[in-house]
C-alpha cells in the first residue's frame, strides 16, 4: 500500500506563488508514475502534472503548462508542485496520486489510466 500526505494549500491573490509537497510512504516499488490531480466544486478530477519516478519525463495540462513545475525529491520521497502566476480558475481541490505507468501515458490528450493511490488533498484558493 502507498500513503500519500499533501500539504503546502492556502489562499493567495491572482498572480501569487505556491508550492505543494507530497511525502510518499509505503510500498511505492509498483509506482512509475506521481503527479498531481485537482478537482473544483461541481467539476471533475483533472490531471494537472504528472512524473515519471525513474525517468523523471514530464507532462503538463495545457492549462498549467508555463506556470506550474512538477518536481520530485527520491531522497525524501516528496514529491513537489510549484505553482506560478496563479488564476482564480486555478481554485480548487489539490491531490497527490500514484500509480503505474499507465497513469502517466497520453494517448490522444487522453490518459490511458487513473493513478491507484491518493492522498486526501490541499485546498488551494486564488482570489483577490
Known amino acids: 500500500q502507498v500513503q500519500l500526505a499533501e500539504s503546502g494549500g492556502g489562499s493567495v491573490q491572482p498572480g501569487g506563488s505556491l508550492r505543494l509537497s507530497c511525502v510518499v510512504s509505503g510500498d511505492t516499488a509498483s509506482s512509475d508514475c506521481m503527479g498531481w490531480f485537482r478537482q473544483a466544486p461541481g467539476k471533475e478530477r483533472e490531471g494537472v502534472a504528472t512524473?515519471?519516478?525513474?525517468?523523471?519525463?514530464?507532462y503538463y495540462d495545457d492549462s498549467v503548462k508555463g506556470r506550474f513545475t512538477i518536481s520530485q525529491d527520491n531522497a525524501k520521497n516528496t514529491l513537489y508542485l510549484q505553482m506560478d502566476s496563479l488564476k482564480p480558475e486555478d481554485t480548487a481541490m489539490y491531490y497527490c496520486?500514484?500509480?503505474?505507468?499507465?497513469?502517466?501515458?497520453?494517448?490522444?490528450?487522453?490518459?490511458?489510466?487513473?493513478?491507484?493511490?491518493w492522498g486526501n488533498g490541499t485546498l488551494v484558493t486564488i482570489s483577490s
Open positions: 496520486a500514484a500509480g503505474d505507468k499507465w497513469a502517466c501515458t497520453m494517448v490522444a490528450g487522453k490518459r490511458l489510466a487513473m493513478p491507484d493511490h
Open positions: 512524473i515519471t519516478t525513474r525517468g523523471g519525463t514530464t
